[in-house]
């Protein structure tokens, strides 16, 4: 089993930057792929972000290319998610998630394991 825990949430004024960190544990991740999702409150759960095993591939939602940068410390079992230029239409719950294999990133039905998720607020 694995134990996903996030940190790095906050309260943030628009413009601002923050940098999500998700730990595995339990099990070794070096061959866990990794998503980030977010839900802001009334809404639907969304795909932000995956990365594989290896840090080599990438893949992002539309609406946050080029703001938003998804990385990997194998030796820490820890992943990254770099949010620049935030926006208030951030704000919401930021969730990261493992799954084994690398296809169909962007659906979280297809992840096994997530974390509890850490929050971001963004003021204006």
């Known amino acids: 089993q694995v134990q996903l825990v996030e940190s790095g949430g906050g309260l943030v004024q628009a413009g601002g930057s923050l940098r999500l960190s998700c730990t595995a544990s339990?099990?070794?991740?070096?061959?866990?792929?990794m998503g980030w999702f977010r839900q802001a409150l009334g809404k639907e759960r969304e795909f932000v972000a995956a990365?594989?095993?290896?840090?080599?591939?990438?893949d992002y939602a539309d609406s946050v290319k080029g703001r938003f940068i998804i990385s990997r410390d194998k030796a820490k079992n820890t992943a990254y998610l770099q949010i620049n230029n935030l926006k208030p239409e951030d704000t919401a719950v930021y969730y990261c998630?493992?799954?084994?294999?690398?296809?169909?990133?962007?659906?979280?039905?297809?992840?096994?394991?997530w974390g509890q998720g850490t929050q971001v607020t963004v003021s204006s």
């Open positions: 998630a493992g799954k084994d294999r690398w296809d169909l990133v962007r659906r979280d039905e297809t992840y096994l394991y």
């Open positions: 990365i594989t095993w290896s840090g080599r591939n990438t």
């Open positions: 339990g099990r070794t991740s070096d061959n866990l792929h």
